[in-house]
Structures are given as C-alpha cells and as structure tokens.
C-alpha cells in the first residue's frame, strides 16, 4: 500500500472532513490566523464569512497547502496538509477568488489542462473532461475561447475545472464576488446541484451573508483573525432575537459592522476584489 | 458512499491516486507536466498566431538591414568561406529566443494576479515541475519562432546546414537557452514580485546580455573585461552552439551544451524556490 492509501482514510469512516487545530499565521508583526479551531463534517456545506482582511482566504491557503502553518495543524481527510501536501491536493478542487480560467484557451482545453495536472488516465480523460462540463452546462460553449465567456460561465468553467479531478472537498474562495444578482444565482444553483449529486463536502468564504445564510449548512464568523462563533445559521439568528439577520449576528460577536470591517482589508484585498469584479464585466 | 463523475456512471468516479514518491513516478511525473505545459503553449499559438508575426519583425530587421550593412562593410572579418550574415543568423536566432523567453517573468506575475498560478499550485505538481514545465514552453515557443526567423536566413542566402541531426542539435540548445533565460526571468519576477519593476529590470538586462554575448561580433575583437563578462554569459555558449550547429562554426560544442545545462538546472532550482515568495505575495 502506498502512503496516499495508507493515509487517506476510507470514505464514510473520517469524521471530519477538514480539522484545524491552533491554527495561526502572521506576515511580519500582522496576524493574519489567530489560534484558529474549525471542523468540518464529510458532505457539509461550510462557510467561512468575514470581511476583507479576517483571515479567511490566509486559512484557506493553509488548508490547500500553500501556506505551511506558523502554529497548529491541518487534516484534510485525516492527511496532514502540512506533511503531504500532494496528498492533499489530490482530494481537493480549488476555485480562488480571482477568475483563473486562460481566455486563451477553449473551455475544453482549459478543463483538459486540470484533467492531465491531476493525472487522469488517457483513457477516461475525454469522458472526464466532457462530464465536467456538461455537469457545468457548457457542452456547447467548450469548443470557444474563455475570453469570449461571460462572467457566470467562467465561473462555472473554473468549477468545471476543479471538479474534473472528482474532488473530496471543494474549496471556493469568493465564488460569486462580481457576478450580478442573476449570475450569482445561477453559480450557487450549480453549485448546490453538485452537492446534492454527488455529496460533496464544500468549504466557501463569503463576505455576502445572504448567500451563506441561504446556502451553509453551517457557518464561522471570522474577524481579525479569529472564529467569533461557529454554528447553523438558522441557530445562530434565532439566539441572538426574532428576526435577526446574519449581519446582526455578525456584528453583535465582532462589536463591529461588516461594512465598516471591509475597509478594514488591505489594499491587496480590495486590489483583487476590484481586478476580479472588473474581468467579470 | 460512491461518488459520480458528473454525466458518468458513478464507478468512474472513485478515491484519487495516490502518489508514490520515488524518483521513478517523480520523473514521470516531471514529463507529465512537462508535456502539458508545452501543449498549453503549442495551444495557445494555434488560437492567437498574432504574436509569432509581429516578433519575426525584428530579427527580420537585425538579419535585413543590419546583418546585410555589416556584410557590405566588411567590418568584421570573417573566415573564408563564410558571410556575415550567416555569422549573425544564430546570433539572432538566440536573440529571438532570448526575447521571447524574459516575457515569462511577467507572464508568471500576470497569473499570479489573476489566480492562475494560486490555481496550479493547488495541483499535485511539485513547484520544481511547474517552473520546468514553463520553462520548456518558453523552449516550445522559441522553437516555433526559431523557425520563422532561419526562413527568413535562408531567403537571405544564409547556408544552413541540413542535416538532421545537427538541426535536432541546434532545437536542443535553442529549448536549453529558452529555458535558462525563462527561469532567469520568473526567478527576478520572484525578487521585483510587480509587473512595473520587473519591465524595467527586463529592458536593463535584455540588451546588455545580448551586447555582450558573441551574437554579433567574435569575443576576440572585445575589451579584455567585455571578454570577462562574456564568458559568464550563458547566451555566448548558446550562439556559439548553434552557430556550430547551423553553419559549422569551430566551437566546443560539449562544453557549450555543459554550461548551458548547468545553468538551466540551477535557474529552474533558483526559480522553483521563490515561487512561494512570488504565489503567496
């Protein structure tokens, strides 16, 4: 047995699909993941909400290996992402925030690229690549350039991408920050079609608490750096009073309003929101 | 609990492989990304081949007007035998390749902030594997432009050698140059880490390496310490190459390919480890 086997423990038998333990990261004197806690279940859509700036998408790097943690440890599927990191990856389908499909290539090509870097056999690459898509709705987009995509279908070209390696956990980071009303829709309904298809564990950030309301199993509110509370959505409302939105739950753990924790976010953050909103048109 | 590929039957859809670390599947796994880096490449040149006619203008320029000057001048004595021109014709040739190899540090800065790069990083491919599989794009798409520009030396009456296995030679060498310039660029662009800086470190480098290359005048007509930066100069050992290759120029085509192996190696190694730096910025 090889030692991916050996360490990805069988389905059905992990009781966690993600778990953080003491989680920290700093850059410089700034901490970015302050002695972060987080458990996530096996098929459990979870959301990670915060503004710009809490730390969400510096977790997020640390769950799909790109940042080793300063403190703490990261299980995906019982494997340390910190020790395996191909391991790891081989698990995950990854949608960062800012669009990452090449306008210079075709759809087809662009979810083919994913198909060989993720090692899927010649054989069913073809049938892999057109089930990704077609589970995407762009069978008869795939055979044209992305650059000529609106912004709903790249997102949903780059979820079509991650998918194309039959991920455990699919990790969104922002997936529908710039889209329009209609487009954000239409992304989220493909992505609850997935989950329902095929019982995957999603992990999301969003700083649109509508969306994580309408949409999370369960939620964590972050905020500079640190969980402030973690539960259902429907929970956490109905503890705070009648007819408290998400926001006010928000505000009432953090002592701070969402809005006015956005300007909070660094000029990267706001750069990249801004870039991603503007290639969405 | 099975999963579905999306549009497959649910059997297609099983645990990932996993990953064994030996240095045999690292190979093979190294060719993989490779290959695909290269397919991307030779894609992308099949969809926009706007860019393989506007940079054929300049060697176009250097072998027409310059190359056809100097020849009438006689300003630098050639064997018997051989023109100017044919002297210059691999000198442009690298020059060509050299150009178009330093755009890969601004490339790789343009995915980085458009979430490609983040993306491919989250795929089972080591970071030495990316770097090289970009590298020998950069090779791919000199090659295809290589082409371009000894058509234009042929038209010119410049006698190229035709056998094949020194022209195979001479791929090899302009792929290894292609490949060390291109790792120089994405290991600045891991320095300067903004588009802005690395443009202008690009323009201060490109024309002094090529100036003091052998690509348009034998290094024994330069100043004792021009000779001294030459020497350190991996593009004098790649003209020198290909100018044994193409038109049978003396040179010591062992030590040539030596150095410019050496330093590809130690470029992709230099590259591979500051691309976190330049990924997580």
């Known amino acids: ?281 | 609990m099975t999963y579905a590929a999306p549009g497959a039957p649910p059997a297609a859809w099983v645990d990932p492989p996993a990953v064994r670390d030996n240095p045999v599947a690292a190979l093979r796994r190294l060719a993989s990304r490779i290959v695909t880096l290269c397919w991307v490449e030779l894609r992308k040149i099949r969809h926009d081949r706007t860019e393989l006619y506007t940079r054929a203008i300049q060697p176009a320029l250097w072998l027409l007007i310059y190359g056809e000057v100097f020849t009438r001048l006689h300003a630098i004595p050639m064997p018997k035998g051989i023109s100017y021109l044919a002297y210059l014709s691999p000198g442009i040739l690298a020059q060509s390749a050299l150009f178009i190899a330093i755009f890969y540090g601004i490339q790789i800065i343009w995915e980085r902030d458009a979430g490609v790069l983040t993306k491919l990083m989250v795929t089972p491919t080591p970071r030495s594997a990316l770097i090289t599989g970009k590298a020998f794009a950069a090779g791919v798409r000199s090659l295809v432009q290589g082409v371009v520009v000894l058509i234009i030396a042929a038209l010119l009456g410049v006698a190229l050698t035709t056998n094949p296995l020194k022209l195979i030679g001479a791929m090899v060498i302009l792929v290894l140059g292609s490949a060390f310039f291109a790792c120089l660029s994405m290991s600045i662009a891991g320095i300067a880490l903004a588009r802005d800086r690395l443009m202008g470190i690009g323009q201060a480098i490109t024309m002094p390496l090529f100036f003091s290359s052998s690509a348009l005048y034998p290094t024994r007509y330069m100043p004792g310490w021009l000779q001294a930066i030459s020497k350190a100069n991996p593009l004098t050992y790649e003209v020198e190459a290909l100018r044994g290759l193409l038109i049978g120029w003396p040179t010591t085509l062992w030590l040539d390919t030596v150095v410019l192996a050496g330093a590809t190696v130690a470029s992709i190694t230099c590259a591979a480890l500051l691309l976190p730096r330049l990924a997580n910025r």
């Open chain 1, 1 to 281: 047995m090889t030692a991916g086997a050996a360490e990805l423990a069988p389905e059905g038998t992990t009781t966690y699909a993600v778990r953080c333990l003491d989680l920290s990261y700093r850059f410089g004197t700034h901490t970015a993941v302050d002695h972060v806690d987080l458990d996530i279940a096996p098929g459990e859509m979870f959301g990670l909400l915060g503004p710009n700036g809490a730390g969400k998408t510096t977790t997020i790097r640390m769950l799909t290996t790109l940042l080793k943690p300063m403190t703490g440890t990261v299980r995906v599927f019982g494997i340390d992402a910190a020790a395996r990191p191909m391991q790891v990856r081989r698990v995950i389908g990854y949608v960062p925030q800012m669009l990452s499909a090449d306008a210079n290539l075709t759809g087809l090509e662009n979810v083919e690229l994913f198909a060989r870097l993720f090692d899927v056999p010649r054989k069913t690459r073809a049938s892999r690549v057109a089930g990704a898509l077609g589970a995407m709705g762009l069978t008869e987009a795939a055979g044209r350039l992305a650059g000529t995509y609106s912004g709903g279908m790249i997102r949903r070209l780059e979820l079509a991408q991650a998918l194309v390696n039959a991920p455990r956990l699919l990790v969104l980071d922002e997936p529908t920050v710039g889209l329009d009303p209609i487009a954000r829709g239409d992304v989220w309904e493909y992505i609850a079609k997935l989950r329902a298809d095929h019982q995957m564990t999603v992990l999301m950030t969003t700083h649109y608490m509508d969306e994580a309301d309408a949409y999370c199993d369960r939620v964590s509110l972050m905020h500079r750096g640190t969980i402030r509370a973690t539960g259902r959505p429907a929970d956490l409302r109905a503890g705070l009073f009648d007819g408290a939105t998400l926001d006010d739950v928000f505000r009432h753990y953090t002592g701070d309003t969402l809005d006015k924790g956005q300007e909070e976010g660094g000029i990267r953050d706001v750069r990249r929101a801004r870039r991603t909103a503007r290639r969405l048109g």
